[in-house]
């Protein structure tokens, strides 16, 4: 019987309050390869693109996002897929395709985060629902959306790729307290074989990739949060693998365990953007 994969368009912009997200997985839709064999789902999201939100429990956007949670989590049970893929949106897009993914094989889904932030952060320091969601699917982040993982992630099954390890915050020491396993951009260069042996060692078959565009060099890709234009400084770790070394990253690993989630976030296309804006203010596409 032939698997059956779906993409999900996940436009999800709240989990980093950012409206610009939305715009991003719209474009990202049109930037994928088209296939015939996958059907294209749009997940519902508030399109009030201007309004301010506010913290609930401790989260901005908590209800929103909820019920965008809730909403996908549905559309997964319908549609009772074995491989997906999510265009998205901000990170937060990956937490009800990889709790379903982790049911789906038996609580042992592999997950590869390719970021240069790893995600693990708890309302104790955060109010951001895209730093949460690893520790989420984790078991602690947020418990409001923790509390809605029907199927916890163990930490030996996680993986960070292209970490900024160095530059971790203090909202970021769950990656040392729950001794999760990473590989630094230097460590990726060469080959993909740190990656390789974790799977081999956990005898990981099935595999979910949160692929985070910002741990790309803003040298190398630029429609990503640190590549903006004329930005001069930057509150955050920023990315240094290449787009080639994704690829021969992701390419290593189809070969050893099977790709069967791939959720792609926080694509920002500055030039897109800047000139949709700018056209935005002639009369002529206002009328």
Request: charged share 25%; hydrophobic share 40%.
């Amino acid at each position: 019987m032939k698997n059956k994969t779906i993409r999900l368009l996940l436009p999800q912009w709240q989990g980093g309050n950012n409206s610009d997200y939305y715009f991003g997985a719209e474009l990202l839709a049109h930037i994928v390869p088209q296939s015939k064999e996958s059907a294209l789902i749009r997940v519902p999201v508030n399109t009030d693109l201007a309004q301010e939100l506010s913290i609930e429990h401790g989260v901005e956007g908590e209800g929103q996002l909820l019920a965008q949670l809730e909403a996908t989590t549905k559309i997964l049970e319908e549609e009772s897929p074995d491989k997906i893929i999510v265009l998205g949106g901000d990170c937060s897009i990956s937490q009800a395709p990889f709790d379903y993914l982790n049911g789906k094989y038996d609580g042992k889904l592999g997950v590869l985060w390719l970021d240069a932030h790893p995600d693990v952060a708890t309302i104790e320091d955060s109010t951001r629902d895209h730093e949460m969601v690893l520790g989420n699917l984790l078991g602690h982040g947020a418990p409001q959306f923790s509390d809605k993982v029907k199927n916890i992630i163990k930490p030996d099954n996680v993986f960070f790729a292209g970490l900024i390890y160095d530059e971790l915050r203090s909202k970021d020491q769950d990656v040392n307290r729950l001794n999760l396993r990473y590989a630094v951009p230097d460590q990726l260069k060469k080959d993909s074989q740190p990656i390789l042996d974790w799977l081999k060692e956990n005898q990981i078959e099935h595999i979910a990739v949160h692929f985070d565009l910002d741990v790309l060099s803003p040298q190398d890709f630029r429609s990503i949060y640190p590549a903006e234009p004329y930005l001069e400084e930057f509150g955050a770790a920023i990315g240094e693998l290449t787009l080639k070394e994704v690829t021969r990253i992701l390419t290593d690993i189809s070969k050893q365990a099977d790709i069967v989630g791939l959720s792609i976030a926080e694509h920002l296309p500055w030039d897109a953007m800047n000139l949709r804006a700018a056209l935005a203010q002639l009369p002529l596409f206002n009328d």
